[in-house]
């Protein structure tokens, strides 16, 4: 059965001391939390730091991106051997690093075998824009980018995927939950289709874009979807935690019926 994973996307937000904080914040109410699985994701000069803070507690750390060598003359850039024993995830192809850092589908693809290397689950982020969404080419979004970051490669069900539609994100118009679900279950026919049936089974795939604790319930109780990817309601820490309870008590309901 696939485990519920909230994971929060901090962005550009928090200076180090703000991590801290929030990490604090997040592991006094999360610390023992039990039936979901949870991860943060800082800025890199924070990862360390929070990773502290959250170390024994049942909250993972991800980075928001990586590079995909491991060493060498790459200015600015950060490799998964930096960050392996800091983070179990690592966010790759978000839309926000294909608009303002030109990544495309084959950087995304390195890096995804890259974290592979190193034993970093990869959050791999796909979606389709507004224009792109209303000329009806969202199948076709899909189909290439998931294509373009997983074909070639042997089948592997540790990979995450978040379905975040760039329309819904940041914007407060969280995309309709039986629109996702319907979404999510052709991203799993598309990851069948490079893969194999029982490897698309297996993997969990999220939903982003303006979750909060208002509507996660709605998303999470669809069959399909194995959790969220939280942007702006991640720095809260009342907020996702109450996401993250939410989540986790919707599984449990789910699994008695
Ligand atoms: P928001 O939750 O702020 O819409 O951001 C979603 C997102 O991009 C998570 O990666």
């Avoid at 914040?25 to 502290?52: I, K, M």
């Avoid at 995804?112 to 979004?141: D, F, M, Q, Y």
């Amino acid at each position: 059965m696939r485990r519920q994973l909230v994971a929060g996307n901090w962005k550009m937000n928090c200076s180090v001391g703000e991590a801290v904080q929030l990490a604090t914040a997040v592991r006094e109410c999360l610390g023992s939390v039990v039936g979901v699985d949870v991860a943060v994701c800082p800025s890199f000069v924070a990862l360390q730091s929070v990773y502290e803070v959250l170390e024994d507690t049942p909250v993972s750390v991800g980075a928001q991106d990586v590079f995909y060598e491991d060493a060498g003359a790459y200015t600015g850039a950060i490799s998964p051997l930096m960050i392996e024993g800091l983070c179990r995830y690592a966010i790759v192809g978000h839309s926000e690093r294909r608009k303002w850092f030109g990544e495309d589908e084959q950087s995304t693809s390195r890096k995804v075998s890259a974290l592979r290397r190193h034993g970093i689950t990869p959050i791999l982020c796909v979606g389709e824009s507004l224009e792109e969404n209303l000329a009806g080419k969202t199948r076709e979004v899909l189909v290439r980018q998931l294509e373009g970051a997983l074909g070639g490669s042997t089948p592997w069900n540790e990979i995450v995927v978040a379905y975040e539609p760039v329309w819904a994100i940041g914007t407060g118009k969280a995309a309709e939950a039986d629109q996702v679900n319907d979404t999510v279950s052709e991203i799993r026919g598309q990851i069948g289709t490079i893969w194999d049936v029982d490897t698309a089974r297996d993997i969990r795939i999220l939903y982003g874009g303006s979750v909060t604790s208002e509507n996660v319930a709605s998303f999470v109780g669809m069959s399909e979807i194995d959790g969220t990817l939280v942007g702006g309601a991640s720095l809260r820490a009342d907020e996702f935690c109450q996401i993250v309870f939410q989540s986790a008590s919707m599984r449990k309901k789910g699994a008695l019926d």
